[in-house]
């Protein structure tokens, strides 16, 4: 129970519990998918209670704000310094600098624009192509797709520098980070029961495949994967699993 609290303190706005470090979330971060299922419920219960006064643009807008909102936009931030350092070129170390640096350039505005932008598009078609009530089993796949994204990226890369990247990183190339990715693809198989097994699989798909590129575009960008980048695989794994479902759909 203390490390569900700590995965629930530290990925979301809920204070339940303050962890006393990096090593203590990462030793907890196995748990992060009921911290998705959470939040997609959350989402997705939001907007089925908002259907019938809003048409979906309007309700993919607020259903992407509780996203952002209930995790304090701790992702949102390594999306932006990504960008930024994606933009600034030059060499590895260059890059890494201006990951560091808390300044917001026009890297990360782009970013941050083009991830929410196509997010809400996709979030806008897909949400008419089923039924209201089915809406938190599909927000439940995209966020636990956005985590399988984050697992997977940790797994297969190494760190760029020492700091928290570093740690759960090499947290993830444990038990733990088998048990997370394991536990993200049973909840994705009983959500299959409700939606069909199509949805669950291209969302999962999806978040997979942008992890497998960050993990390439890591190792060139910074010599591997730090916690920004990991941040990024969240926000990214996400807008995959909203296309693919809105493909599917």
Same mark, same amino acid.
């Given at each position: 129970?203390?490390?569900?609290?700590?995965?629930?303190?530290f990925f979301t706005i809920l204070p339940l519990?303050?962890?006393?470090?990096?090593?203590?979330?990462?030793?907890?971060?196995?748990?992060?998918?009921? @911290?998705?299922?959470?939040?997609?419920? @959350?989402?997705?219960?939001?907007?089925?209670?908002?259907?019938?006064?809003?048409? $979906?643009?309007? @309700?993919?807008?607020?259903?992407?704000?509780?996203?952002?909102?209930?995790?304090?936009?701790?992702?949102?931030?390594?999306?932006?310094?990504?960008?930024?350092?994606?933009?600034?070129?030059?060499?590895?170390?260059?890059?890494?600098?201006?990951?560091?640096?808390?300044?917001?350039?026009?890297?990360?505005?782009?970013?941050?624009?083009?991830?929410?932008?196509?997010?809400?598009?996709?979030?806008?078609?897909?949400?008419?192509?089923?039924?209201?009530?089915?809406?938190?089993?599909?927000?439940?796949?995209?966020?636990?797709?956005?985590?399988?994204?984050?697992?997977?990226?940790?797994?297969?890369?190494?760190?760029?520098?020492?700091?928290?990247?570093?740690?759960?990183?090499?947290?993830?190339?444990? =038990?733990?980070?088998?048990?997370?990715?394991?536990?993200?693809?049973?909840?994705?198989?009983?959500? $299959?029961?409700?939606?069909?097994?199509?949805?669950?699989?291209?969302?999962?798909?999806?978040?997979?495949?942008?992890?497998?590129?960050?993990?390439?575009?890591?190792?060139? =960008?910074?010599?591997?994967?730090?916690?920004?980048?990991?941040?990024?695989?969240?926000?990214?794994?996400?807008?995959?699993?909203?296309?693919?479902?809105?493909?599917?759909?």
């Open positions: 129970m203390r490390q569900l609290r700590l995965a629930f303190g519990a303050r962890a006393g470090g990096i090593e203590e979330v990462t030793r907890a971060a196995f748990l992060l998918p009921l @911290v998705a299922v959470f939040l997609g419920g @959350v989402e997705g219960l939001a907007g089925w209670g908002l259907s019938g006064l809003f048409e $979906a643009q309007v @309700v993919a807008a607020i259903i992407l704000a509780l996203a952002l909102l209930l995790t304090g936009l701790h992702h949102a931030d390594g999306l932006a310094d990504v960008g930024d350092a994606v933009m600034a070129g030059g060499s590895r170390s260059r890059r890494l600098a201006v990951l560091k640096d808390r300044t917001m350039g026009i890297g990360a505005i782009a970013a941050l624009l083009l991830v929410y932008l196509v997010s809400w598009a996709a979030l806008s078609e897909a949400l008419p192509g089923i039924e209201e009530r089915h809406w938190p089993w599909l927000m439940m796949s995209v966020e636990l797709s956005a985590r399988f994204s984050l697992f997977a990226l940790a797994m297969f890369s190494r760190p760029s520098h020492k700091g928290s990247g570093s740690v759960f990183i090499a947290g993830s190339k444990g =038990w733990r980070g088998m048990a997370a990715s394991a536990i993200v693809l049973i909840l994705l198989a009983l959500l $299959a029961i409700p939606l069909g097994i199509l949805i669950p699989l291209v969302c999962g798909a999806g978040a997979l495949a942008v992890a497998i590129l960050l993990a390439a575009a890591g190792r060139r =960008w910074f010599g591997g994967a730090n916690g920004d980048l990991l941040g990024a695989s969240v926000e990214t794994g996400r807008v995959a699993a909203l296309l693919a479902a809105a493909a599917a759909l």
